[in-house]
């Protein structure tokens, strides 16, 4: 039985796929083991060049050609002179064409025009980093979203879960005696805004920590008023700005972006199954 193996990796893109299996199989085996990335495979050629030297490597070859002919070519080489070729991609393929009736489109190198899906979330993140909790209102007119909360109902988390998806979000703290600035007033009905809200006993909870070591405004008696009124003022702003009003209380950060980009029509719905 060998105890090295050699696998060449080939793509007519990249081959940043056909590498990253590669890798991921090799190391389930205890064995030493080479790799080498082949990429911009196009040509006949190209692929009987690849072929002989895996003959003299005595390697196997896993690859990622799209396109049919060269791939059976590639089959059809292989098979003669006696390597192992793996289409690492022809079976999902074939599970997804069975699964829709549709036909691939066999165009090469779609993952990297995702390119541009990649650079638009950096820039997500960058401007819901520096939109956090009411900064830079100059530029929040930039915002594909606007979250307005309470204390302790996630504006934050939930503001980068959607950066993460692409979404430049702005967000913005509610308190008992918060106004809301005129830079978000006066874009009511121009940028969709969600105001997030919580269960008045977990929202007294929280209050009952936070004000173990502060004492309670002057004009406030109790703490029950306290809550009352800055779920009051919520609601009063949320009103005001026709926000999407949502209760965070039960439903994750996850679940609660999945209603948010459902009812604004913003890109990206996912799903994340916990087992």
């Not at 009736?101 to 779609?110: A, D, F, M, R």
């Not at 002057?218 to 005001?240: F, G, M, Q, S």
């Amino acid at each position: 039985m060998a105890d090295k193996l050699h696998i060449f990796a080939v793509s007519d893109s990249v081959g940043e796929t056909a590498e990253k299996i590669a890798v991921a199989s090799v190391l389930q085996f205890k064995l030493e083991r080479n790799i080498t990335r082949f990429s911009r495979v196009t040509k006949e050629e190209q692929v009987e060049k690849i072929i002989e030297q895996a003959v003299e490597n005595d390697a196997i070859i896993i690859y990622t050609i799209v396109k049919p002919e060269l791939s059976r070519f590639m089959d059809e080489t292989a098979r003669v002179k006696q390597v192992i070729a793996v289409n690492v991609m022809a079976p999902l393929f074939d599970a997804i064409q069975f699964k829709t009736g549709q036909k691939p489109e066999y165009i090469t190198g779609l993952t990297h025009k995702m390119d541009d899906q990649y650079f638009n979330r950096m820039k997500a993140i960058e401007y819901t980093i520096e939109h956090d909790n009411g900064q830079n209102l100059d530029s929040v007119h930039e915002a594909d979203l606007i979250v307005l909360g309470l204390p302790r109902t996630s504006k934050t988390p939930l503001s980068m879960h959607l950066a993460n998806l692409g979404i430049k979000v702005a967000n913005y703290p509610i308190l008992m005696d918060t106004e809301i600035p005129q830079e978000i007033v006066d874009l009511k009905g121009r940028i969709p805004m969600v105001g997030l809200t919580i269960d008045i006993d977990t929202l007294m909870e929280l209050r009952k920590e936070r004000f173990r070591s502060f004492e309670l405004p002057d004009d406030i008696e109790t703490l029950d008023d306290l809550v009352a009124e800055e779920l009051d003022n919520a609601y009063r702003i949320y009103a005001k700005l026709k926000c999407l009003v949502i209760d965070v209380t039960l439903d994750d950060i996850e679940e609660v972006g999945n209603t948010i980009t459902h009812k604004f029509n913003l890109p990206l719905r996912i799903t994340h199954h916990r087992f």
